[in-house]
């Protein structure tokens, strides 16, 4: 336990994945850490993306070979770190030729091949797509990137830095900021009296990132812009079967992705919008459906619209304003910027990906070092987030003796538990006790969820710590809501 008159190294505000990496990072330097999240752990756009861990190819055109490199270099990072919740995935390129040549194609799956190294990622190939989608497109390449569960990537890095020694606070707005005395006193949910205090400060906030610094005086004239560009997602009963992914070309010049999602639909995404609205309250709209749903409809015997949606997610990417002209070419690309505030620092990002969100918690701590006149070290390229221990070379095999092991339980809920904590998952598993009428969870993994993970209502464990929202039914729920006192 920690009291609030405790001074912490460092207060980081925002438990998406760029807040829970760096507190894992500087947790695990030894520093003492207080992450202030005021919703839940990614609550925001970090369970909002398209969970790829990827190079993304199609930044290549915008000639961002050092951000493609940096993430394609992430992409085996990671997998191995975390194979329960990251896997290669193939992707199946169609080639239309009213968009780019075929010569373009292969220059930049070539330089994709290359550019960052693989050992288990697959090389790129030329495939015959007769009879698998739309006549007209009968040819199309494949490639490998990998497929993550994004929010679970957040929730193991907040769990791997309160192993380290972090402190983890949802439901926690950080509602005011001052400097007093040499250190940072930082306030939540509007309770002025006594606020956490710290040497530093982070500004992790994501699409907030500009109104922590605005709204608490901040700024100065060198302060960076954010670029706040909308995109969502609509899930839709599986429209292909496969567990490989296509990545379509629009007539705009944008790509959209089908994705396999939770084994029985088809995640379809994503749409860039210049976005100009309240954060809080990001929704899809009609645009962005007849968007996405045109975007399948050409390649896919069977069409889908408005109706065949069963869910959908929409996000808001603070990008880092290059001041390039349209949303699609905003450099995807971090910047951290430091300053200095009555001799105190906080360190601000804006931007960034999910793919490269570990390399930019190593340069934060680095900068924090610095600051702090410590010596930091780069410890989590081979340090397993939690339930990954193994590496991916050893993960398959684990699972099948896992899955053995347990034949008399459903195989559907222990690959699923498999997939979503990993070598931990055998410790929920012996502690299951009863299971849900709706069939899908054992009482024993909400409260699991509840003591380790900060689950503290239905929707943080339906559609972030599981993706169950898909499947329970809402009077499905109300064993739970009765058994944790949760809703
Ligand atoms: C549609 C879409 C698709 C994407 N697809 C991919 C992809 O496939 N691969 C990839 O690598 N990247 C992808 N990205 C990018 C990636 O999702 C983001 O870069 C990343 O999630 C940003 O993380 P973050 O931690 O900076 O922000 P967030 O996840 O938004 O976290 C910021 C957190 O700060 C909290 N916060 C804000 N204000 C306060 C406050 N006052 N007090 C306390 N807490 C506060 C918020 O509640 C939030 O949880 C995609 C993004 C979008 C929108």
Redesign the pocket.
């Known amino acids: 336990m920690f009291k609030k008159s405790e001074i912490f190294d460092v207060i980081i ?9 760096i507190a894992r990072d500087i947790a695990g330097n030894g520093l003492s850490v207080l992450l ?19 190079g ?1 190819l199609r930044y290549l055109e915008y000639f961002e070979f050092g951000l493609v490199r940096k ?1 394609l270099k992430e992409r085996e990072v990671l997998l191995n770190l975390a194979p329960h919740i990251i896997r290669p995935m193939d992707f199946i390129l169609p080639h239309v030729p009213s968009m780019r040549p075929e010569w373009m194609i292969r220059m930049g799956l070539f330089l994709y091949d290359n550019l960052g190294g693989r050992k288990y990622l697959g090389k790129s190939r030329k495939i015959n797509l007769s009879g698998e989608i739309k006549g007209e497109y009968k040819k199309g390449y494949i490639y490998q990137d990998c497929w ?1 569960d ?1 929010a679970r990537l ?1 929730i193991l890095n907040a769990v791997d830095a309160k192993n380290n020694g972090a402190v983890i606070k949802v439901r ?4 005011n900021i001052i400097a007093k005395e040499n250190l940072w006193e930082v306030f ?1 949910n509007n309770d002025d009296e006594c606020g956490y205090k710290s040497r530093l400060l982070i500004n ?6 500009r ?2 610094i605005d709204d608490n005086n901040l700024s100065d004239k060198n302060t960076p812009k954010v670029r706040l ?5 609509i899930i839709v009963p599986a429209i292909y079967e496969g567990d490989y992914s296509y990545i379509f070309q629009q007539e705009d010049g944008r790509v959209v992705f089908a994705i396999p999602y939770e084994k029985e639909f088809t995640m379809i ?4 919008i210049e976005f100009s609205g309240n954060v809080d309250d990001v929704s899809i709209d009609e645009f962005e459906i007849d968007y996405l749903c045109s975007a399948v409809n050409k390649f896919f015997d069977e069409q889908i619209d408005k109706e065949k949606i069963v869910h959908n997610f ?5 990008l880092f304003d290059d001041e390039k002209g349209d949303a699609s070419s905003v450099t ?1 690309d ?1 910047h951290i910027e430091c300053s200095d505030y009555k001799n105190l620092r906080i360190i601000s ?1 804006f ?7 570990r390399k930019l918690a190593e340069e934060v701590a680095e900068h924090v070092g610095d600051s702090l006149n410590m010596k930091m070290k780069k410890w989590t390229a081979n340090a397993p987030l939690t339930g990954g221990e193994g590496g991916y070379s050893k993960w398959n095999e684990y699972k099948k003796l896992i899955i053995d092991k347990y034949n008399y339980l459903s195989e559907d809920i222990l690959e699923r538990m498999l997939c979503q904590y990993g070598k931990n998952a055998e410790e929920i598993i012996k502690k299951r006790g009863k299971l849900y009428k709706c069939g899908k969870i054992y009482e024993g993994e909400v409260r699991y969820l509840i003591k380790n993970e900060w689950a503290r209502s239905l929707d943080d464990i339906l559609w972030r710590r599981t993706k169950l929202g898909l499947f329970i039914k809402e009077d499905e729920l109300e064993e739970i809501k009765k058994d944790f006192n949760i809703f």
């Open positions: 505000i925002g438990g998406g994945i760029n807040g829970a990496g202030l999240e005021k919703d839940d752990l990614a609550q925001a756009t970090s369970s909002a993306s398209t969970k790829l861990i990827h993304g993430a993550v994004d957040v926690s707005n950080c509602t939540v992790a906030a994501g699409p907030w990132v109104d922590i560009v909308k995109g969502s997602h995404g994503t749409t860039d929409s996000g808001v990417r603070p995807r971090y990002v931007g960034g990906k999910i793919t490269t969100y």
